[in-house]
């Protein structure tokens, strides 16, 4: 991984690639490449928390292997699982033959298949490591990612430890559905990622959109901190402030009103209880 000197640098680089951190962003990461720690991003659904493990493998030149986190992830999916079609047919055809030297041989290498944790850990090349949604796994399933991310190393009973060949890079997200047990959160640095301020937001729209007019940028920003406000079920999220952009753009809408913002809410909200409530808001 390029050695970077300062938070300084870190926001440079990620601004090269269109990520737009704010201060605390580049701190987390910096300390993260010096500290070799994995990094535990949190915050509300669509703020940039996989968007930045993406932008972190694409300024490091490394390939990104991405765990997708969901109720009743397992072992099998997380790390690794054996070929059992092919082992059925290795007994099949060697029928009769030794079991120690069967079994020696359907648990070897050729008959193992790598899932994203034990890929990681195998690459020849650093990689980053993305765990996403891991708020979404039974707390009892974590216990298959601590092992991983406090030593580097996974365990598998039929051919013993898998040390790690090169260092990934790791980021895991959650969406704060649930809490994560200390254990996790000490293996790891933690950052919040919560919605941004109107300018911010205003600036990543132009990052996003470039066509986008820096007048129709404020405007959005301006509303989508105001929806935001408002007691409603889902707050719009920056990739939805983002479509918003690009939806108002294609209807060839140059400045924002009360009308436009009421008759395109659906791209930024997505509950119709909230759509009215945000109307009828907008109309008193």
């Known amino acids: 991984m390029t050695g970077f000197s300062s938070p300084g640098e870190v926001a440079d680089a990620l601004k090269s690639v269109d990520y ?17 720690k994995p990094v535990l991003v949190e915050g509300p659904a669509g703020v940039g928390k996989t968007e930045l493990a993406k932008a972190l493998a694409q300024i490091h030149g490394r390939r990104l292997i991405r765990l997708q986190c969901y109720e009743g ?70 216990a298959l990612l601590l092992e ?44 919040h990622i919560g919605y941004p301020e109107a300018d911010r937001e205003r600036e990543i729209l132009l990052t996003r959109v470039p066509e986008l007019p820096e007048q129709l940028a404020s405007q959005i920003a301006g509303v989508v901190r105001h929806i935001r406000d408002q007691p409603i079920r889902k707050a719009p999220s920056v990739s939805e402030s983002i479509d918003w952009a690009r939806t108002l753009l294609a209807l060839g809408i140059e400045e924002v009103d009360e009308g436009v913002t009421t008759e395109t809410l659906h791209v930024l909200l997505k509950y119709q209880a909230d759509i009215d409530k945000v109307a009828a808001e907008l109309g008193t």
Do not use: H
Not at 96 to 125: C, M
Not at 177 to 182: E, I, N, V, Y
């Open 20 to 36: 737009l951190p704010d201060d605390r962003i580049s701190q987390v990461v910096f300390l993260a490449e010096r500290l070799d």
């Open 73 to 142: 992830l397992d072992e099998s999916k997380a790390l690794y699982e054996w070929n059992y079609r092919k082992q059925l047919l290795r007994l099949q055809a060697d029928e009769g033959a030794d079991w120690a030297e069967v079994e020696d041989d359907i648990f070897s290498e050729s008959f193992l298949l790598e899932r994203p944790l034990l890929e990681a850990l195998r690459s020849p090349e650093p990689v980053v490591l993305l765990i996403d949604e891991v708020d979404r796994v039974e707390i009892e399933t974590e």
């Open 148 to 191: 991983v991310l406090a030593d580097f190393q996974a365990s598998i009973p039929e051919l013993g430890t898998v040390q790690a060949v090169t260092r990934p890079l790791v980021v895991l997200t959650s969406n704060n559905t649930r809490d994560l047990s200390d254990a996790l959160k000490r293996r790891c640095l933690f950052l």
